[in-house]
């Protein structure tokens, strides 16, 4: 397993985009009656962000446009060891020579009336002795013996190396094989499926106004709780199916989304102290440790919201030099990830306050 620095060439789409060129381009195929023409596709994205959903999108778009029975046959090579793909061999003892059963999973309905979808999920998880399995399935639609049926296409999808997530590096033969995609997070267009799916409200309307809380772009993190679009999808069937006030479910919002993001999802539009901390009153500092942290949290997740506004941002720092040093670390380290394009932190004689405080700190430790 590796991590390289490689330039990025692989075309990038939206989840949306990349279900409506697939749709349309499977469609052209199936009319043609050409699908084993089509090149084999792998799909790369980071965790959650709707590859394989993207699959069974397509599938559903087919039936509907070709009037056509569609079936995915979902693969994780991972699963397997390279000789179950091959099948169980049996001798034919007329010929003297070893006959291999084909595997049930690549037993698919060669109909005309039906459209098949091979789908190799989590390919890049699998070792590179497994992924040598692919080579025949992506270009000669074969495994050993066994053929793919000519109404199948063939799919792949795979997270990158830079996601922190279990990712071998693809043989350069294997990606010959594939034509490549790259699905990115795009906010506007998860809210046009969140209408479609029925997504809570309350998730959508707090995702409109913290658009920056969607999902992590950075994955290199020891925290079990990852943020993205899969984990607003999980939360709205938990609160969903759950009822009652949403604020009642708040210990599961939590395993969710985790402590911070909750308490801004359900505070921080209603806490007064904060409201006052951002309109620059000078307020007390909470006296119990579990209250400066619930706060101090709430005032890191919204530094990038306030980011262009020199005023609040300074009223946020003056708060932080009055509160415990552990939390104003916190605040220390978020204020140094936002982009200074309208203002420099310089200029803020409280930021350059709690740098020297921060440097202090350094120096004790």
Not at 15 to 27: A, H, K, P
Not at 64 to 88: C, H, S, T, Y
Not at 107 to 133: G, H, K, R
Request: aromatic share 8%; glycine share 4%.
């Amino acid at each position: 397993m590796k991590n390289k620095s490689v330039v990025q060439e692989v075309k990038q789409l939206s989840t949306g985009e990349f279900i409506q060129v697939m749709t349309r381009s499977f469609v052209t195929y199936s009319k043609l009656n050409c699908i084993k023409a089509f090149p084999s596709v792998f799909i790369q994205g980071q965790p959650g962000i709707g590859k394989s959903q993207a699959v069974k999108r397509i599938a559903r778009n087919l039936k509907k446009e070709l009037n056509k029975q569609v079936f995915i046959q979902d693969i994780r090579l991972l699963l397997f060891n390279p000789v179950d793909l091959r099948g169980i061999p049996v001798a034919d003892m007329e010929e003297k020579v070893a006959i291999w059963l084909k595997p049930k999973l690549f037993n698919l309905n060669d109909s005309e009336d039906v459209i098949n979808i091979l789908f190799l999920d989590e390919l890049t998880a699998a070792p590179t002795s497994l992924q040598t399995a692919a080579y025949q399935i992506a270009l000669d639609r074969q495994l050993g013996e066994h053929e793919i049926p000519d109404n199948t296409f063939i799919m792949a999808a795979g997270n990158r190396s830079s996601d922190n997530s279990i990712a071998y590096d693809m043989p350069t033969a294997l990606r010959n094989r594939f034509i490549h995609f790259e699905l990115v997070l795009d906010l506007d267009d998860w809210l046009l499926w969140a209408e479609h799916k029925g997504i809570h409200p309350f998730i959508v309307n707090f995702l409109k106004n913290n658009p920056d809380k969607f999902a992590y772009k950075d994955l290199n993190t020891d925290s079990y709780i990852i943020i993205t679009p899969r984990s607003w999808e999980i939360l709205s069937d938990m609160l969903k199916n759950l009822g009652g006030e949403v604020k009642e479910n708040e210990i599961f919002m939590t395993s969710v989304i985790g402590s911070s993001l909750t308490y801004l999802l359900l505070n921080a539009h209603e806490n007064p102290l904060i409201q006052k901390i951002i309109d620059g009153e000078v307020v007390e500092v909470p006296k119990k440790v579990s209250d400066v942290q619930q706060v101090t949290e709430a005032l890191v997740n919204m530094i990038k919201k306030f980011q262009a506004d020199k005023e609040i941002l300074t009223n946020i720092i003056k708060f932080s030099l009055r509160i415990p040093v552990d939390y104003a670390v916190k605040m220390f380290k978020e204020l140094l990830q936002i982009d200074e394009a309208e203002f420099s932190l310089s200029e803020i004689e409280a930021f350059n306050q709690l740098m020297e405080k921060m440097v202090e700190v350094s120096k004790n430790v």
